[in-house]
């Protein structure tokens, strides 16, 4: 089923072609028949909001197709991007559990299909199926990985350079002709995006794409990205 948005509509889980190897995406028929009960699925255009810093945790969001960034928000408005979320993630995850309000604000960067399950449905889904209650853990665990992970960028590296050329290659997945290469991807950040990702300002990251593109490392059409020399970029990120 086609939606407003151009999406390939999944109206259930099970069967579904899509299905990713991680969240809940492959759980047992029977955990898949019971999230089907208690799931609202939605479908929301690029910019929409899901749910924002601070306010009370109303359940998970699990994601089925687009992209979503999460972002943080200091007392002085500044913005920082922790982490771009892909098919099969499940947002919300850790604010759902520990019933606190959300520790970061979720918008979506393309068309999305999402399933929304409220906080109460969700804890008696995870305490009836053993399977799905260590998705959960799994998922945890790849957010504190991530969530290290960004420390370290911040952190450690040593230049706003290093940090950009880790961001290029870590970047998308697949490539903007939906092929498997990793060296051609099409970008859906801003500048101003990429910036709040690894701690730059606007400028600083306009200048050093425009740097990228004249020692060869890198070219830009549009929203197409083409990395053009991996070696050079890789031992700029580990510089």
């Known amino acids: 089923m086609q939606s407003p948005y151009g999406l390939d509509i999944v109206e259930r889980c099970e069967g579904c072609r899509r299905q990713e190897a991680r969240g809940f995406c492959d759980l047992p028929p029977d955990a898949l028949r019971a999230l089907e009960a208690v799931k609202f699925t ?3 255009p690029r910019g929409a909001l899901l749910f924002i810093q601070g ?3 109303r359940g998970v969001y699990v994601l089925c197709s687009g992209r979503v960034k999460l972002s943080a928000t200091s007392a002085e408005a500044r913005v920082i991007i922790t ?7 499940i947002l919300g995850l850790c604010a759902t559990l520990s019933g606190e309000a959300y520790e970061v604000t979720a918008e979506t960067l393309e068309p999305c299909q999402v399933n ?13 199926h053993a399977e799905a209650s260590l998705r959960a853990a799994e998922q945890l665990g790849r957010n504190y990985s991530a969530a ?3 420390v370290r960028m911040l952190g450690l590296s040593h230049s706003a350079a290093a940090k950009l050329a880790r961001f290029l290659l870590e ?3 697949a490539g903007a002709d939906g092929s498997a ?3 051609r991807k099409k970008l859906a950040l801003t500048h101003e995006e990429i910036g709040q990702l690894i701690g730059a300002s606007r400028e600083t990251v306009t200048r050093l794409f425009t740097e990228f593109k004249q020692e060869k490392l890198i070219q830009v059409k549009g929203a197409v990205l083409q990395l053009d020399n991996r070696p050079a970029l890789e031992a700029l990120a580990n510089y």
């Open 148 to 150: 290290l992970e960004q």
């Open 116 to 128: 929304f399950v409220k906080r109460a449905d969700f804890m008696r889904f995870l305490s009836s």
């Open 55 to 57: 306010q009370p945790a």
């Open 181 to 183: 290469s990793v060296d």
């Open 171 to 173: 970047a998308g997945g």
């Open 42 to 44: 939605a479908l929301y």
């Open 83 to 89: 982490r771009i979320v892909r098919a099969g993630e």
